[in-house]
């Protein structure tokens, strides 16, 4: 066995064969066009393989974004189109490029990994990664309720030349998103299975929509502007569409989206990771210590005036990481302190991110709880644009 070691040049097309044969067998998709700046020569040194004389036999990617959620700034790694050769299967090797990826995360200081699964989630547990608090709702519109949107301002399909500049403007002006340059949002508005569309009012370009028909990605996968453009975009998409059903994802958190279907009465919504092309979001901890520094704004944002302490040890790891409180001042150390508890990696997870409160993961003490159910769990949206 060769590896885990980063891909080169010349491996980038007998990966696509793997992920491709492994992930869109009987599906007329290409991984290549369906996740481009991945499978893109610039990111070759994210993706991970195994070989076994010679062939590829095991890859995994990373994704390296930042997300801005909560006055935090979190660099971090999205794992994707983790596969093995079906022949070659349970000798270890998707298990060493997972591990190898999560030493490559932590060294360059990611706050986490994260990645999506539908049925793989008990392989990943068992390295350390845990499902957490849900990414958001999905909505599910009928052609039948076209009427229920009123059109406000004209739209039109969207021209690169004229309307980029301004859909970045409008995505930039979001409160949670992973960042993008100028390139890399070309790059995802070029996608073959996507369709954006744009509302104008008074010659300027209020809102869009990215419509997705894809096997991986299906609905209104990103949408920005105000109430009105987006109800204009739902009309007129939804009068247009051939599906019977339209989903629209949306952000837990208040958002413009999320108040216009709930104002219209559109009830029907499942959790994003019920819906088609979503699956579980998993957290693997890098460094606690790493993660809290990150976290600090978000979390002074959020503790009351006392003040305690807490100790956790991550039990994989032997991590120790002291959490101190006072004032709404908020520090981070690695010292002993008088409350501490040793929590497993994927205790940790669910500690931070939910889906429960900290004090249903592990007993804390009474003063300890009431400080720490007010910050965590931390939730984050990932829109389904950027998910890989
Ligand atoms: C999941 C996958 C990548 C594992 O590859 P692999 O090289 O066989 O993995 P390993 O040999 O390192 O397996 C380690 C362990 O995970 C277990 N495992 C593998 N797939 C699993 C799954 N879907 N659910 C639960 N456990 C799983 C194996 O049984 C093995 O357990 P063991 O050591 O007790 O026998 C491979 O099965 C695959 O390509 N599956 C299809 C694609 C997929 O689902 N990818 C994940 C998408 S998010």
Redesign the pocket.
Known sequence: MEGPRAANNQELETILSLVNL??RSGVNQDMALDYPLVFDKKNLNNLRV?LEKGEI??H?AMAERTLKAKDCVLPMSM????????V???????????EDAVTSMALRGDAFGL????????????LGWEVIGTNGWTYILRPTQFNHFKSYCLVRAYQQGKDLNRIIEIHQNQSEQLTRNQSAYQTLFNIPTIKIWVAEENNLVSGYLVVAEAHNKSGVIEWGGTTKALSSLLAHVLSTTLETRLQVFVPSFKNPMKTLLQSLGCQERIPMEEADGC?LKMIRILSLKNLLEKLKPHIQNCLGKSSGELGIVVAETAERTSLKWKNKHFTVGTEQVSEEKTLTLRETAQFIFGPMKPSSVTSLSPETAKALDQVFPFTFHIGMLDYV
């Open positions: 492994v992930f195994v036999i095991s995994a794992i994707c189109a983790v596969a093995t050769h079906p070659y299967r349970k000798r270890g090797s998707a298990t060493s490029i997972m990645l999506w699964t539908g049925p793989a989630r008990d392989f990943y547990r068992q699956g």
